[in-house]
Protein backbone atom coordinates (compact mmCIF):
# COMPACT_ATOMS: atom_id res chain seq x y z
CA UNK A 1 0.00 0.00 0.00
CA UNK A 2 1.25 3.57 -0.76
CA UNK A 3 1.21 5.18 2.68
CA UNK A 4 3.41 1.81 4.10
CA UNK A 5 5.92 3.07 1.67
CA UNK A 6 9.49 4.57 3.76
CA UNK A 7 9.67 7.21 1.22
CA UNK A 8 5.53 8.21 1.13
CA UNK A 9 5.85 7.98 5.43
CA UNK A 10 9.23 10.45 4.76
CA UNK A 11 7.20 12.80 2.42
CA UNK A 12 3.79 13.29 4.71
CA UNK A 13 4.81 12.76 8.02
CA UNK A 14 2.27 12.96 10.94
CA UNK A 15 1.99 16.09 12.86
CA UNK A 16 4.43 15.73 16.57
CA UNK A 17 1.83 17.70 17.94
CA UNK A 18 -0.99 15.55 17.17
CA UNK A 19 1.25 12.73 17.75
CA UNK A 20 1.86 14.23 21.63
CA UNK A 21 -1.49 14.72 22.07
CA UNK A 22 -3.16 11.51 20.84
CA UNK A 23 -0.67 8.78 20.95
CA UNK A 24 -3.36 6.38 21.73
CA UNK A 25 -5.12 7.47 18.31
CA UNK A 26 -2.01 8.51 16.22
CA UNK A 27 0.90 6.39 17.89
CA UNK A 28 4.13 7.49 19.43
CA UNK A 29 6.81 10.35 17.98
CA UNK A 30 8.64 8.18 15.45
CA UNK A 31 6.35 5.35 15.56
CA UNK A 32 4.11 4.64 12.38
CA UNK A 33 0.65 3.03 12.36
CA UNK A 34 -0.88 1.75 9.33
CA UNK A 35 -4.75 2.86 8.35
CA UNK A 36 -6.84 1.68 10.69
CA UNK A 37 -8.69 -1.78 10.76
CA UNK A 38 -11.48 -1.89 8.21
CA UNK A 39 -10.98 1.95 6.21
CA UNK A 40 -7.62 1.07 5.09
CA UNK A 41 -8.78 2.42 1.51
CA UNK A 42 -11.49 4.24 0.05
CA UNK A 43 -13.69 1.59 -0.73
CA UNK A 44 -14.07 0.92 2.98
CA UNK A 45 -15.60 3.93 3.71
CA UNK A 46 -18.93 2.74 3.73
CA UNK A 47 -17.33 1.12 7.29
CA UNK A 48 -16.51 5.08 8.87
CA UNK A 49 -20.03 5.84 8.23
CA UNK A 50 -21.74 3.04 9.95
CA UNK A 51 -19.33 3.27 13.01
CA UNK A 52 -20.15 7.08 13.32
CA UNK A 53 -24.03 6.40 12.76
CA UNK A 54 -23.59 4.12 15.31
CA UNK A 55 -22.00 5.75 18.14
CA UNK A 56 -24.78 8.31 17.60
CA UNK A 57 -23.61 11.18 15.38
CA UNK A 58 -26.02 12.73 13.45
CA UNK A 59 -26.33 12.58 9.57
CA UNK A 60 -25.83 16.41 9.21
CA UNK A 61 -22.42 15.25 11.17
CA UNK A 62 -21.10 12.31 9.42
CA UNK A 63 -21.66 14.17 6.16
CA UNK A 64 -19.55 16.94 7.28
CA UNK A 65 -16.71 14.72 8.48
CA UNK A 66 -17.15 13.11 5.29
CA UNK A 67 -16.47 16.21 2.62
CA UNK A 68 -19.06 18.32 2.85
CA UNK A 69 -17.21 20.83 5.23
CA UNK A 70 -14.72 20.46 2.28
CA UNK A 71 -16.77 21.16 -0.13
CA UNK A 72 -17.91 24.56 1.75
CA UNK A 73 -14.45 25.80 2.28
CA UNK A 74 -13.50 25.23 -1.51
CA UNK A 75 -16.88 27.17 -2.85
CA UNK A 76 -15.85 30.02 -0.11
CA UNK A 77 -12.32 30.10 -1.58
CA UNK A 78 -12.88 29.42 -5.56
CA UNK A 79 -16.96 30.14 -5.93
CA UNK A 80 -19.01 27.47 -7.44
Known amino acids: MLLEQPE ?3 A ?3 SRRWRERQPNIFGKWGEYRPQPEGIQHVGLLPNL ?8 YPL ?3 AAILGKNWL ?3 REVWGE
Open 12 to 14: FPL
Open 60 to 62: ESV
Open 72 to 74: RVA
Open 8 to 10: TRQ
Open 49 to 56: TAALLSQG
